[in-house]
């Protein structure tokens, strides 16, 4: 083999090792992003093509979406709006009895959120104020009370009050 051929197969030893090096790297970091953002046991939101579990809207405003996991199961339920969250607590608690259970969780994104950046809040604990939303139930999330704002209890009773 001559000199050419030998540099060429050094390159290419070169070339492979480097790869092989890089790639628990390049693992780590897919990793990493593979659930950016998401808290801790959400399913991710496939948004604009998810849709909501009651309604059967694509989710896509990502202020307004809810999702619930719980139960023996680990079940996902998604919601393009916390106004359809609350109906389905109420008309789906005989199927699926373990939504009521303490270790069930609830999220809503904060309203406050934007673009592609959806800040996660646990939906019992959130406060809640008048803000258009796509479905109608035109009540947004925020984390702290504001002036005029609901907790989950009161929210909840205001929204099946309106009967959609």
């Known amino acids: 083999m001559g000199l050419a051929g030998r540099r060429s197969d050094m390159r290419r030893r070169e070339f492979l090792v480097a790869g092989f090096a890089l790639t628990p790297l390049a693992a ?94 646990d939906a019992r604990s959130a406060h809640y104020f008048s803000k258009t939303s796509p479905m109608g139930y035109n009540l947004g999330a925020v984390a702290l009370p504001q002036a005029g704002s609901m907790a989950f209890p009161d929210m909840s009773v205001h929204i099946l009050a309106k009967g959609k």
Do not use: H, Q
Request: contains cysteine.
């Open 28 to 121: 780590a970091l897919s990793a990493c992003g593979k659930n950016a953002g998401w808290p801790e046991g959400m399913a991710e939101i496939k948004w604009d093509r998810d849709t909501c579990v009651r309604c059967n809207m694509v989710i896509s405003d990502r202020r307004f979406a809810a999702e619930m996991r719980g139960g023996p199961k680990n079940t996902v339920f998604k919601f393009d709006d916390i106004g359809c969250a609350v109906f389905w607590l109420r008309d789906k608690l005989t199927n699926y009895p373990w939504m009521t259970e303490a270790d069930t969780r609830l999220w809503v994104a904060d309203v406050t959120s934007s673009g592609n950046e959806v800040r996660w809040l």
